[in-house]
């Protein structure tokens, strides 16, 4: 039956803040009619309003996706009577311009953000900083070994622990903020705590394989 060797076990760990690349606001719009496919952001009169303000603004238009649009008929198939939610997607390239798109949609009666999904780089961050927490980890096992008195064979066993922290974003519904009249200017227009942050924890336990310890009671083998 084999048997567990003499190990030592060493934790190590790496917390890094990682800063947000850039930014989807999710938007919906109250159309009075209803237009299909891509033509909705020129031709349906609410949506185009919004589309033409943030253009203006400096938004490209290539940013600016329509991803859905919800009819809502008393009668089916009269859609020229309908009216319709368009829900619309503004990719934000520079974060300094949040603030800005958020006075511009909260100015338009008939547009609403629904949430920001708040964009990252890719996994390179995660991958360099489990390379950081195995490399102290290392570090450490070899200064315990020596003041041990034994030497390093191999790895027993690893384990990696990943945690990625971000703040929920929050925001009041806009006709409520409506309601109560314009935000101080120290604030931005929809009472939004604006995040755009996450900290990652990267946390490893690592068993390292050890020749026998020195002044084993029975001797050694």
């Excluded at 938007?27 to 299909?36: A, E």
């Excluded at 006075?103 to 990252?120: F, G, H, P, T, V």
């Excluded at 570090?139 to 066993?157: E, F, N, P, W």
């Amino acid at each position: 039956m084999d048997t567990k060797p003499d190990t030592i076990k060493i934790s190590a760990s790496h917390r890094e803040e990682l800063p947000a690349s850039h930014a989807d606001l999710f938007v919906s719009v109250r159309g009075s009619s209803v237009i299909s496919g891509d033509q909705a952001l020129k031709k349906a009169k609410e949506v185009s309003q919004l589309v033409d303000e943030l253009t203006r603004f400096g938004l490209p238009a290539a940013n600016i996706h329509l991803e859905g649009i919800h009819v809502e008929s008393s009668s089916a198939g009269l859609l020229r009577s309908s009216s319709a939610s368009y829900r619309l997607r503004l990719r934000c390239e520079n974060l300094d311009e949040v603030p800005d798109l958020l006075d511009i949609i909260s100015a338009q009666k008939n547009a609403a953000l629904e949430r920001i999904a708040w964009k990252y780089p890719d996994d390179a961050a995660r991958e360099g900083g489990l390379e950081t927490a195995i490399a102290s980890a290392k570090l450490k096992a070899g200064k315990v070994a020596a003041a041990l008195g034994v030497r390093l064979l191999g790895v027993y066993d690893f384990i990696e622990n990943y945690i990625d922290e971000e703040t929920p974003l929050m925001f009041q519904a806009q006709a409520s903020l409506k309601a109560r009249g314009p935000a101080p200017a120290s604030e931005p227009a929809l009472g939004m705590d604006i995040r755009h942050a996450r900290t990652i924890h990267i946390n490893v336990d690592i068993w390292y394989r050890v020749s026998e310890f020195d002044g084993r009671e029975g001797g050694t083998a």
